[in-house]
């Protein structure tokens, strides 16, 4: 990994890097997830995400730079994880540096995440971390890699097989 990896609490004016990184067309591509024009995105923004309580996030700052943003959320019962960087922070070690900095903050377990089936970066990024598969979620056509990250995840190393499919738009809320 270069550099130093740091997070903070975001910031309004980060916002505006954040809208840029999320309409990256290949970093939405390997998500899966559609980019918003810019009155949605700040919006989701403004109430879903800086204006609910029950949301952790935080901004990833590398070598004093934005580099992207880490959040947790509940969605229904489940506490899910998910984590956006600029594509220069890509492939760097930083998202792992990232999350595990972020994982002690965020201490409710069960922590689950659920990112696109294709994007192997960002799935090695979760088990390095300790999060273990546990099946697969259909979004639309899309298939979605679940995994999460219990207590006892790291000590049992099992991987599970169920497959949970879910009516889901691809407009996922986070």
């Not at 930083?94 to 900095?101: F, P, Q």
């Not at 890699?145 to 207590?151: A, F, P, T, Y």
Request: aromatic fraction near 10%; proline fraction near 3%; charge should be negative.
């Amino acid at each position: 990994m270069s550099g130093e990896v740091r997070l903070r609490d975001v910031e309004e004016a980060d916002l505006e890097t954040f809208f840029e990184q999320a309409c990256d067309p290949e970093a939405v591509r390997r998500a899966n997830f559609p980019a918003r024009d810019r009155e949605a995105f700040m919006t989701h923004w403004a109430t879903r995400v800086l204006g609910d309580p029950t949301v952790l996030v935080q901004a990833v700052i590398v070598d004093g730079d934005l580099a992207g943003n880490v959040v947790a959320w509940w969605e229904q019962d489940k506490r899910f994880v998910g984590y956006w960087l600029g594509r220069e922070y890509w492939g760097r070690g930083i998202g792992t540096e990232a999350l595990a900095l972020f994982l002690r903050l965020e201490e409710i377990r069960p922590l689950y995440a659920d990112p696109f089936a294709e994007n192997t970066g960002s799935v090695r990024v979760l088990e390095k971390s300790g999060f273990r598969h546990t099946g697969t979620v259909q979004y639309d056509e899309h298939e979605h890699v679940m995994l999460v990250l219990s207590e006892s995840s790291v000590a049992a190393g099992q991987r599970g097989t169920d497959t949970v499919q879910r009516s889901v738009p691809s407009t996922r809320t986070v």
